[in-house]
């Protein structure tokens, strides 16, 4: 590969993974016990807000437990010390990626530690439990709900993400099973721009046949490889 300047990193469940969070679709196809379309649906919150709102707020508390691990560590360094365009994509809505101290981050799938008001869209930090019916600071409605993009609802920062494709001479996606949309789709948009693509990940995922490369492994070990492999390039 000729040096790239402008890298896109994609980033999903399997980076948290070695940090004790669960994985979407690990063993059994659950989530901490539930299937996705129960707790991350806009019907699902409507049918049962408590439910809903129990789970992620179990979610959030479960931050306080877990610490950033070796991969989040190193694409944090990356971020710091690439002089190219650079940009993290993550489906995860976990905060690791921040602690370590990535800056150039961008949360496509929402945030546990934010609350979003169903009534105004406006966004505030929260660290506690979100019963529902908690009044949203902008507009004083009683409608702030996690948030979380939920499926069949439109990611965040797609316009800006697509653009750091279209610029791409790098792609390298982590630790996600390619099994949702949009974010499954960016590996064959960097490619079509032109943009080398690499794949880490335990496993092959749904996608790896777009890949140019793909390494196996646990991110834990293959990130920092990769990010020592791109900042002696
Ligand atoms: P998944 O649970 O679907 O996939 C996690 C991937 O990480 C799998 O391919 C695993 O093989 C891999 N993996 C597990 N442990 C790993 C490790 N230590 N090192 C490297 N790879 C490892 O999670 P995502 O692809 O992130 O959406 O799921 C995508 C979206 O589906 C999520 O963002 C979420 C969910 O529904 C929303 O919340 C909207």
């Not at 008001?117 to 506690?128: K, L, Y």
Request: hydrophobic share 45%; glycine share 12%; charged share 20%.
């Amino acid at each position: 590969m000729t040096s790239p300047r402008n890298i896109v990193i994609l980033t999903g469940a399997g980076i948290s993974a070695e940090s004790g969070i669960a994985t979407f679709r690990g063993p059994g196809g659950l989530w901490e016990g539930h299937r996705v379309e129960d707790v991350c649906t806009p019907e699902a919150l409507a049918d049962d807000p408590v439910l809903v709102h129990r789970f992620y707020d179990a979610r959030r508390a479960a931050l306080a437990t877990v610490a950033p691990n070796a991969a989040h560590v190193a694409l944090a360094r990356l971020d710091a010390e690439w002089l190219g365009e650079l940009l993290i994509v993550t489906q995860n809505v976990d905060d690791l990626h921040e602690r370590a101290g990535a800056k150039r981050l961008l949360h496509m799938h929402g945030a546990l530690r934010s609350a979003l008001c169903a009534g105004c869209g406006a966004q505030e930090t929260w660290t506690g439990d979100l019963p529902p019916g908690s009044l949203c600071a902008a507009c004083g409605a009683a409608k702030l709900r996690p948030d979380i993009v939920f499926f069949g609802e439109m990611p965040y920062d797609m316009a800006r993400i697509e653009q750091a494709l279209a610029a791409a001479d790098l792609f390298v996606s982590i630790g996600t099973s390619g099994a949702v949309y949009p974010a499954a789709g960016f590996v064959q948009g960097a490619r079509h721009a032109g943009a080398e693509t690499l794949e880490l990940n335990l496993e092959r995922s749904g996608g790896s046949g777009y890949f140019h490369e793909t390494r196996l492994g646990a991110a834990g070990v293959l990130v920092p490889e990769w990010v020592e492999q791109m900042l002696a390039s």
